[in-house]
């Protein structure tokens, strides 16, 4: 026997039926959805719908682009590396004794950094710590985003597919 896939009048997926009948007025369509929770329009299914990992794969993505600051001065407009857990860990350490200067009082002693061009460039220690705050910040905006897209993906309350979790208007700028 050959198993024959069904849909409700609304586009429902039904499941596939091996020699049972289907339930009255399903609609035969040719193959199942990638999802359970897609529907058929009468020629293709509906996009997959976002899950929590695709939440997690934008957050990732979005966060690996990495940081722009801008330092002022020469160093003006720098990208900072910001793709995994190390970069995180290296910009504390140098969040850390970029404060203990300043708690020592030499917040213009000139600190190097190394932005995500391979680039060195230098500023000081006040300047650099601001910096690393503010990335946190960001950081913590684009983790908050990402556990509200999370919360709706959980709760059924997000319509969108997993394409549209990319889009700009649900994280921040």
Same mark, same amino acid.
């Given at each position: 026997m050959t198993t024959r896939f069904y849909v409700d009048a609304e586009g429902a997926y039904l499941g596939g039926f091996d020699g049972a009948a289907p339930p009255q007025g399903a609609v035969e369509v040719g193959a199942p959805p990638a999802d359970g929770r897609q529907k058929w329009n009468g020629e293709e299914w509906s996009a997959p719908p976002a899950t929590s990992k695709d939440v997690g794969a934008e957050r990732a993505r979005r966060t690996g682009l990495g940081y722009r600051h801008n330092f002022g001065g020469s160093a003006g407009i720098r990208t900072l590396d910001s793709r995994d857990d190390s970069d995180a860990i290296n910009w504390l350490g140098l969040k850390n004794i970029a404060d203990r200067l300043i708690a020592d009082g030499q917040g213009e002693t000139l600190l190097s950094?190394?932005?995500?061009?391979?680039?060195?460039?230098?500023?000081?220690?006040?300047?650099?710590?601001? %910096?690393?705050?503010?990335?946190?910040?960001?950081?913590?905006?684009?983790? %908050? %985003?990402?556990? %509200?897209?999370?919360?709706?993906?959980?709760?059924?309350?997000?319509?969108?597919?997993?394409?549209?979790?990319?889009?700009?208007?649900?994280?921040?700028?």
């Open positions: 950094v190394r932005d995500a061009n391979d680039e060195t460039f230098q500023s000081s220690a006040a300047t650099i710590s601001a %910096a690393l705050l503010s990335m946190a910040e960001w950081r913590g905006a684009i983790l %908050a %985003a990402a556990w %509200a897209l999370k919360d709706q993906v959980k709760a059924g309350t997000f319509d969108g597919s997993r394409a549209d979790i990319a889009r700009d208007e649900y994280w921040p700028g």
